[in-house]
Protein backbone atom coordinates (compact mmCIF):
# COMPACT_ATOMS: atom_id res chain seq x y z
CA UNK A 1 0.00 0.00 0.00
CA UNK A 2 2.74 2.12 -0.18
CA UNK A 3 2.14 3.77 -3.55
CA UNK A 4 -1.58 4.69 -2.10
CA UNK A 5 -0.14 7.98 -0.41
CA UNK A 6 2.86 8.92 -2.13
CA UNK A 7 4.33 12.03 -0.55
CA UNK A 8 7.89 13.12 -0.39
CA UNK A 9 9.98 14.61 2.26
CA UNK A 10 9.67 17.72 0.22
CA UNK A 11 5.98 17.41 -0.31
CA UNK A 12 5.52 17.09 3.74
CA UNK A 13 8.05 20.01 4.23
CA UNK A 14 5.56 22.40 1.92
CA UNK A 15 2.72 21.14 3.46
CA UNK A 16 3.76 22.02 7.20
CA UNK A 17 5.77 25.31 5.57
CA UNK A 18 3.00 26.49 3.74
CA UNK A 19 0.84 26.15 7.23
CA UNK A 20 3.81 27.74 9.49
CA UNK A 21 3.20 30.96 7.03
CA UNK A 22 -0.22 30.93 7.18
CA UNK A 23 0.08 31.14 10.95
CA UNK A 24 2.16 34.06 10.33
CA UNK A 25 0.37 36.24 7.51
CA UNK A 26 2.09 39.81 9.02
CA UNK A 27 5.80 38.70 8.45
CA UNK A 28 8.13 37.92 5.96
CA UNK A 29 9.72 34.88 7.56
CA UNK A 30 13.21 33.36 7.05
CA UNK A 31 14.15 29.90 5.76
CA UNK A 32 16.19 29.42 8.51
CA UNK A 33 13.03 30.18 10.87
CA UNK A 34 10.81 27.93 9.09
CA UNK A 35 13.42 25.26 9.33
CA UNK A 36 14.45 25.23 12.72
CA UNK A 37 10.93 24.64 13.61
CA UNK A 38 10.40 21.82 11.24
CA UNK A 39 13.82 20.21 12.44
CA UNK A 40 14.32 20.14 8.04
CA UNK A 41 17.74 21.49 6.55
CA UNK A 42 17.57 24.68 5.47
CA UNK A 43 19.27 23.80 2.19
CA UNK A 44 16.40 20.96 1.35
CA UNK A 45 13.36 23.52 2.90
CA UNK A 46 15.20 26.11 0.57
CA UNK A 47 14.58 23.99 -2.80
CA UNK A 48 10.65 23.53 -1.52
CA UNK A 49 10.23 26.48 -0.85
CA UNK A 50 11.42 28.01 -4.54
CA UNK A 51 9.46 25.35 -6.53
CA UNK A 52 6.07 26.97 -3.87
CA UNK A 53 7.01 30.33 -4.79
CA UNK A 54 7.11 28.77 -8.74
CA UNK A 55 3.75 27.28 -8.39
CA UNK A 56 2.68 30.95 -7.00
CA UNK A 57 1.93 29.92 -3.90
CA UNK A 58 4.29 31.51 -1.62
CA UNK A 59 6.31 35.33 -2.67
CA UNK A 60 10.34 35.23 -1.76
CA UNK A 61 11.67 38.78 -0.53
CA UNK A 62 15.25 38.71 -0.99
CA UNK A 63 17.91 40.55 1.24
CA UNK A 64 19.07 40.40 4.33
CA UNK A 65 15.33 41.10 5.89
CA UNK A 66 14.42 38.84 3.36
CA UNK A 67 12.28 35.52 3.34
CA UNK A 68 8.79 33.90 2.56
CA UNK A 69 5.37 35.03 2.92
CA UNK A 70 1.91 33.21 1.22
CA UNK A 71 0.46 34.95 -1.83
CA UNK A 72 -2.51 36.86 -1.20
CA UNK A 73 -5.54 34.13 -0.62
CA UNK A 74 -3.14 31.62 -0.40
CA UNK A 75 -4.17 30.29 2.82
CA UNK A 76 -7.34 29.55 1.11
CA UNK A 77 -5.05 27.22 -1.09
CA UNK A 78 -6.31 23.57 -1.16
CA UNK A 79 -3.73 20.94 0.53
CA UNK A 80 -4.22 19.15 -2.95
CA UNK A 81 -2.94 22.08 -4.69
CA UNK A 82 0.42 22.42 -2.86
CA UNK A 83 0.70 18.49 -2.79
CA UNK A 84 0.67 18.71 -7.07
CA UNK A 85 2.87 21.12 -7.19
CA UNK A 86 5.48 19.07 -5.67
CA UNK A 87 4.64 15.76 -6.10
CA UNK A 88 2.46 16.10 -9.92
CA UNK A 89 -1.28 15.44 -10.28
CA UNK A 90 -2.71 12.88 -7.35
CA UNK A 91 -2.79 9.32 -8.77
CA UNK A 92 -5.66 7.82 -8.90
CA UNK A 93 -4.85 4.56 -7.47
CA UNK A 94 -7.40 1.42 -7.24
CA UNK A 95 -4.41 -1.48 -7.60
CA UNK A 96 -1.15 -2.63 -5.43
CA UNK A 97 0.58 -3.35 -8.67
CA UNK A 98 1.68 -0.58 -11.07
CA UNK A 99 0.01 -3.12 -13.66
CA UNK A 100 -3.47 -4.59 -12.98
CA UNK A 101 -3.41 -8.14 -12.34
CA UNK A 102 -6.80 -8.87 -11.71
CA UNK A 103 -8.71 -7.56 -14.71
CA UNK A 104 -10.46 -5.23 -12.11
CA UNK A 105 -12.36 -8.18 -11.06
CA UNK A 106 -12.52 -9.80 -7.70
CA UNK A 107 -10.07 -8.22 -6.27
CA UNK A 108 -8.92 -9.12 -3.19
CA UNK A 109 -8.63 -5.72 -2.06
CA UNK A 110 -12.37 -5.48 -2.46
CA UNK A 111 -12.63 -2.11 -3.65
CA UNK A 112 -10.42 -0.62 -0.41
CA UNK A 113 -7.96 0.82 -2.41
CA UNK A 114 -10.30 2.87 -4.43
CA UNK A 115 -12.44 4.46 -1.56
CA UNK A 116 -8.95 5.04 0.33
CA UNK A 117 -7.53 6.58 -2.79
CA UNK A 118 -10.67 8.89 -3.90
CA UNK A 119 -11.28 9.40 0.46
CA UNK A 120 -7.57 10.89 0.94
CA UNK A 121 -7.59 12.97 -2.87
CA UNK A 122 -11.00 14.34 -0.99
CA UNK A 123 -9.49 15.70 2.25
CA UNK A 124 -6.84 17.22 0.33
CA UNK A 125 -9.19 19.03 -2.09
CA UNK A 126 -11.38 20.24 0.67
CA UNK A 127 -9.04 21.13 3.33
CA UNK A 128 -7.53 24.53 2.73
CA UNK A 129 -4.46 26.02 4.48
CA UNK A 130 -6.52 28.56 6.63
CA UNK A 131 -8.18 25.38 8.32
CA UNK A 132 -5.12 24.10 10.05
CA UNK A 133 -3.87 27.63 11.53
CA UNK A 134 -4.76 27.57 15.16
CA UNK A 135 -5.63 31.51 16.21
CA UNK A 136 -2.13 32.03 18.10
CA UNK A 137 -1.30 28.27 18.68
CA UNK A 138 1.10 26.66 15.97
CA UNK A 139 -0.54 23.59 15.26
CA UNK A 140 2.57 22.79 13.96
CA UNK A 141 4.88 22.91 17.83
CA UNK A 142 1.47 21.92 19.26
CA UNK A 143 2.69 18.78 20.32
CA UNK A 144 6.33 20.09 21.73
CA UNK A 145 4.24 22.75 23.61
CA UNK A 146 2.44 20.31 25.29
CA UNK A 147 5.24 17.85 26.44
CA UNK A 148 7.31 20.96 28.00
Do not use: W
Amino acid sequence: MTRLLKMSDATALGLHAMVYLAERPDGIITTSEIAACLKASEAHLSKVLQRLAKAGLVKSVRGPKGGFTLTSNSDKTPLLTVYEALEGPFPNLDCLFPTPICNNTDCIMGGMLTKLSREIREYLATTMIMHLVKGGDSVINQKDSTDR
